[in-house]
């Protein structure tokens, strides 16, 4: 449906007519920088350009004060000695001649963008701005920010769309405190921010940033800090803090519309932040919004203040709002303890006021979720990971990987008449097959397990695979008689390893044997959603009971899944339907859509043919990046499904990282 690019040149006109080192990295060549390296790798031809017209006083006035708005416009008019004398007035501020106009384009561009799309002209978009707005207040400027875009957007939706729920997310390093103020005792609006914080001794120092301000009145529980009291943080932290905070809270609030305050002064080589995180996070992270929403995203540019770091997270984002695959995530995905800290205070503080964290109950083992062997898993040691280089920046910058899409993006080989009639457009039939001699040889490596008529399936699977392997085509869906599923699957894992490689994840659902030769070197791993036990055979092998609720969906996915997944960083996911995998059509697109962040897309989904005709068209919409539909009024997790998933996470969490979402506790 598109993606909509918002900017006026005008609006690199303001900047700062005198000395001030605070001030400065606040200049026009932040929007140049990030507009040329959108031209550079093609992303903005690809966008639905609009260009930038000033808000209303009336649309300004949906924030701010009458006063305040004729304060600024009177700057327009001021010498320069009076600017500076105005702007000390206020924490970190310049005005300059052209700000007022500047600013009015900037709010102008975040409503225009909000008009876009919620009128269906585009899906999602990006209005690049400047000044910023997150700091602003009702009657003040604040931190370089004059009119509050992000907060005037907000009020514009409401009021001129009805809308209910609307959720900001600030993933600016610097705390939106003048968003969080305006929208302090509305429930309407679900404000996430996470901020360098250092206790409070980084800028604005404010004890309302820290995770223990969680709005108030009917607002209680709205307002969402994560602040991070080291500098340093990285894209596991970032990762860690969406699977494990706002992802939750947001399925559960069901937003209508996501606004994004995108300050890109999070990323590596920020002056201001310090903080580690690649352009490459920018683009999981985009992703993992994108499934909220029916995937309407509104982002404005707040802050980031590194040249090329900005300019290379902007093009990670704008890319992932168009939808193309995220690139692979470099680094250990191992969150710090700082960043657990936080992670669990503001969990603990949010805890009242949200089910979905009420569903973290201590661990409590019962026999029914003992290991198979009927005791505790000794915990391994330091296992397989993959080794992470120590590039400098500017090799970090470098090898950034723009890719191209591949030629086609998801076949599809099915069996079944009937299925593949339905296909939403872009998803192409496939009906090559792997040679004749090579499809009988794995056959009869698995004899018995194969009727003949379960040949021809394989050999279509088989070429789909290759395919995906070697980027042929991004992800597909292959049919399978039920008899036939679970030894398909196995075929699929030794040819994937004979083949490039290195590691594979195997979701499995439903009843499907543990594949009798898997290997437990690391390659693989496997996950099997079944039944109502939970099972461990090593920390790369387990099963996971099948949740029956929303809640209990959503926990398995966002708790133990993407974790494991961004964790083990495999080269594809295969995705198994087998026998009673009880998925309904939502929970199959949520899983598969959100599956395919960590793996850029390359996903073969493997179906048994009674569940082709329903499922068809669900996988091949969720593969191809539609969002996927609402799972449904939220419900809280039964007993047993926090019990195994807890009893699963704890004896994981040990090799598997990303699972912790709270510090372990200081060694003796
Ligand atoms: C929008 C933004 C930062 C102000 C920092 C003042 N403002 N030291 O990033
Ligand atoms: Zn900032």
């Known amino acids: 449906m598109g993606t909509a690019l918002v900017?006026?040149?005008?609006?690199?006109?303001?900047?700062?007519?005198?000395?001030?080192?605070?001030?400065?990295?606040?200049?026009?060549?932040?929007?140049?920088?990030?507009?040329?390296?959108?031209?550079?790798?093609?992303?903005?031809?690809?966008?639905?350009r609009l260009?930038?017209?000033?808000?209303?006083?009336?649309?300004?006035?949906?924030?701010?004060?009458?006063?305040?708005?004729?304060?600024?416009?009177?700057?327009?008019?001021?010498?320069?000695?009076?600017?500076?004398?105005?702007?000390?007035?206020?924490?970190?501020?310049?005005?300059?001649?052209?700000?007022?106009?500047?600013?009015?384009?900037?709010a102008g561009a975040a409503l225009q963008l909000v008009d876009a799309?919620?009128?269906?002209?585009?899906?999602?978009?990006?209005?690049?701005?400047r000044p910023p707005g997150h700091h602003s207040q009702r009657a003040a400027a604040n931190g370089f920010c004059v009119f509050n875009n992000v907060a005037i957007a907000a009020k514009y939706a409401k009021q001129k769309y009805g809308l209910q729920r609307i959720l900001i997310v600030d993933w600016d390093v610097?705390?939106?405190?003048?968003i969080q103020y305006i929208f302090n005792d509305d429930p309407s609006v679900l404000y996430f921010s996470w901020h360098r914080y250092e206790h409070g001794s980084f800028w604005p120092f404010l004890p309302e940033s820290d995770a223990d301000a969680v709005g108030q009145g009917q607002g209680r529980g709205f307002t969402v800090n994560l602040p991070w009291n080291q500098v340093g943080m990285g894209n596991a932290d970032y990762l860690a803090a969406f699977l494990h905070v706002l992802l939750p809270l947001a399925f559960e609030f069901d937003p209508e519309l996501v606004l994004v305050s995108a300050g890109f002064d999070s990323a590596i080589g920020d002056p201001e932040g310090?903080?580690?995180?690649?352009?490459?996070?920018?683009?999981?992270?985009?992703?993992?919004?994108?499934?909220?929403?029916?995937?309407?995203?509104?982002?404005?540019?707040?802050?980031?203040?590194?040249?090329?770091?900005?300019?290379?997270?902007?093009?990670?984002?704008?890319?992932?709002?168009?939808?193309?695959?995220?690139?692979?995530?470099?680094?250990?995905?191992?969150p710090c303890q700082s960043a657990l800290e936080s992670i669990q205070s503001v969990r603990t503080a949010q805890t009242p006021h949200w089910t979905s964290l009420q569903q973290n109950v201590a661990p409590v083992l019962s026999p029914s979720t003992q290991s198979p062997e009927g005791r505790s898993l000794p915990l391994?040691?330091?296992?397989?990971?993959?080794?992470?280089?120590?590039?400098?920046?500017?090799?970090?910058?470098?090898?950034?990987?723009?890719?191209?899409?591949?030629?086609?993006?998801?076949?599809v080989a099915s069996t079944v008449p009937g299925a593949a009639l339905a296909l939403p457009p872009g998803v192409l039939h496939k009906e090559g097959s792997v040679l004749r001699e090579e499809t009988e040889a794995w056959a009869r490596l698995h004899k018995s397990r194969f009727q003949d008529e379960d040949l021809a399936a394989l050999g279509k699977t088989l070429c789909l695979l290759d395919g995906i392997l070697d980027g042929q085509i991004r992800s597909a869906i292959a049919t399978t008689s039920a008899p036939a599923t679970a030894a398909t699957l196995d075929v699929l894992i030794q040819r994937c390893l004979a083949h490039r490689a290195q590691r594979l994840l195997c979701v499995a659902l439903g009843q499907l044997d543990r594949p009798l030769d898997l290997a437990d070197d690391g390659r693989i791993l496997w996950l099997n959603i079944r039944g109502q036990e939970a099972a461990i055979w090593s920390m790369f092998h387990f099963s996971t009971p099948q949740p029956q609720t929303t809640g209990g969906f959503l926990s398995l996915i966002l708790g133990l899944v993407l974790?494991?997944?961004?964790?083990?960083?495999?080269?594809?996911?295969?995705?198994?339907?087998?026998?009673?995998?009880?998925?309904?059509?939502?929970?199959?697109?949520?899983?598969?859509?959100?599956?395919?962040?960590?793996?850029?897309?390359?996903?073969?989904?493997?179906?048994?043919?009674?569940?082709?005709?329903?499922?068809?068209?669900?996988?091949?919409?969720?593969?191809?990046?539609?969002?996927?539909?609402?799972?449904?009024?939220?419900?809280?997790?039964?007993?047993?499904?926090i019990q195994a998933l807890t009893f699963l996470k704890a004896q994981l969490k040990a090799r598997w990282k990303l699972l912790q979402v709270a510090a372990p506790p200081p060694q003796p």
């Open 563 to 641: 974790p494991l997944a961004y964790g083990f960083q495999p080269d594809m996911v295969l995705m198994a339907l087998g026998p009673t995998h009880g998925l309904q059509n939502a929970q199959a697109a949520l899983l598969t859509a959100m599956l395919r962040s960590p793996v850029g897309g390359r996903i073969l989904a493997v179906v048994e043919e009674e569940s082709i005709l329903q499922l068809e068209r669900t996988l091949a919409q969720a593969l191809h990046g539609e969002t996927p539909p609402s799972l449904g009024p939220f419900s809280m997790a039964s007993p047993v499904e």
């Open 117 to 129: 799309v919620l009128t269906g002209a585009v899906q999602n978009g990006l209005a690049l701005v």
């Open 174 to 178: 610097h705390h939106g405190q003048g």
């Open 51 to 106: 260009s930038a017209c000033e808000a209303s006083e009336e649309e300004l006035g949906l924030v701010h004060s009458p006063e305040y708005i004729a304060l600024v416009q009177k700057t327009q008019t001021l010498d320069e000695e009076e600017l500076h004398a105005l702007s000390k007035q206020y924490d970190a501020v310049y005005f300059h001649p052209d700000t007022y106009h500047c600013a009015r384009l900037a």
């Open 274 to 334: 310090q903080m580690q995180a690649t352009p490459e996070c920018f683009a999981h992270l985009t992703r993992l919004l994108q499934v909220l929403a029916g995937g309407q995203i509104c982002a404005v540019l707040e802050g980031g203040y590194h040249l090329e770091s900005l300019a290379q997270s902007v093009c990670m984002m704008v890319q992932t709002l168009l939808g193309d695959p995220t690139p692979p995530l470099l680094g250990l995905m191992v």
């Open 7 to 48: 900017y006026h040149e005008d609006m690199t006109a303001t900047r700062l007519l005198w000395d001030d080192p605070e001030c400065e990295i606040e200049c026009p060549e932040r929007l140049t920088a990030a507009l040329d390296a959108l031209r550079q790798h093609g992303l903005e031809e690809r966008c639905q």
């Open 380 to 411: 391994l040691g330091e296992s397989p990971t993959c080794a992470v280089a120590e590039d400098s920046l500017s090799h970090l910058l470098d090898r950034l990987c723009l890719h191209p899409p591949s030629p086609v993006c998801t076949a």
